[in-house]
C-alpha cells in the first residue's frame, strides 16, 4: 500500500503529498513512465587479500588431570577483514541534474585478534567455551538514515571513519541427565566510535558534522540467551 504524508517545502511551491511506494498511475491521470525523469548510473569494484594466523594448545593429559577435565584447549586469533564498497542513492541533487545524485561507499576493513579456550568437564556433561576479542574498524560501513531533500528521513549508507569493539562472550552446554539439557550464553560489547564525520544536506549544502559520540547501532552492550530441553 502506498502512504501518504501532507508537507509543505518552506520558501517554494506548496506541495500537498509525498508518495512512498510505486504506483503505476503515479499521483495524477497520466501513467507513470520509468525513466521519464532521467537516469543516473554508477559503479564501482573492490578486491582485498584477508590474511588470517593462528595457534592452538591442546591441554596434556597432565594438565587435564589436575584440573579434572576431559578435554580442553585454549587458541590466539589474528584475522583481517574486507567488505566491499558500494553504490547506494544519496539524499539531494547537488549537480543541479534535477536527479536524486548516486553516492559511493567505501570499503570496510577491519583488524581482529581474539583469545579462547574451549572445556569439556564432568564427563563430558558440561561445555564451555570462552572467547576474549577486539576488533579495530576503519571506514565501518553503516546503515543510517539522512534528511532527503525534502527534509524527509531516507535511510542511507555510509562510511564512519573509525570504530573499535571489544568484549568477552560465554556460552555452555549442560546436560545435568539424558533427557535434561541446558544451554546459555552471556556476552559483554564495548563499542564506539572514534571517527565519524557525516554529510548532511543544510540550505542547498553538503556540511560534515560531527557523530562520534553516538552509541553505535545493533551493538547492545550486553546480550544473554538460556534455552532448555527435556
Not at 21 to 40: I, K, M, N, R
Not at 45 to 54: G, I, K
Not at 76 to 105: H, K, P
Request: net charge negative; no cysteine.
Amino acid at each position: 500500500a502506498n502512504i501518504t504524508h501532507l508537507f509543505s517545502q518552506p520558501g517554494g511551491t506548496p506541495v500537498t503529498s509525498w508518495l512512498y511506494g510505486f504506483d503505476p498511475d503515479g499521483t495524477g491521470d497520466a501513467p507513470f513512465e520509468l525513466g521519464a525523469f532521467g537516469e543516473s548510473s554508477d559503479d564501482r569494484n573492490d578486491d582485498d587479500v584477508s590474511p588470517m594466523a593462528s595457534i592452538k594448545y591442546l591441554a596434556t593429559d597432565t594438565v587435564l588431570e589436575t584440573l579434572h577435565m576431559d578435554d580442553a584447549m585454549t587458541y590466539l586469533t589474528y584475522s583481517t577483514g574486507f567488505r566491499s564498497g558500494g553504490v547506494a542513492v544519496g539524499n539531494g541533487d547537488f549537480d543541479g541534474d534535477n536527479i536524486i545524485d548516486l553516492e559511493n561507499f567505501k570499503p570496510e576493513y577491519v583488524d581482529m585478534l581474539e583469545w579462547g579456550f574451549k572445556i569439556d568437564a564432568i564427563d563430558r556433561k558440561l561445555r564451555t567455551n570462552v572467547a576474549i576479542f577486539y576488533q579495530d574498524y576503519t571506514d565501518i560501513q553503516l546503515t543510517t538514515t539522512k534528511p532527503g531533500p525534502f527534509g524527509i528521513p531516507l535511510p542511507a549508507i555510509e562510511n564512519a571513519g573509525k570504530a573499535e569493539m571489544q568484549g568477552v562472550e560465554i556460552e555452555f552446554t549442560l546436560l545435568p541427565t539424558d533427557n535434561l539439557r541446558f544451554m546459555g550464553s552471556v556476552a559483554y560489547l564495548d563499542a564506539e566510535f572514534k571517527e565519524y564525520l557525516s554529510e548532511v544536506p543544510i540550505d542547498g549544502k553538503q556540511l560534515e558534522i560531527d557523530r562520534s559520540d553516538e552509541p553505535m547501532p545493533r551493538a547492545p552492550e550486553w546480550t544473554s540467551y538460556l534455552s532448555v530441553d527435556y
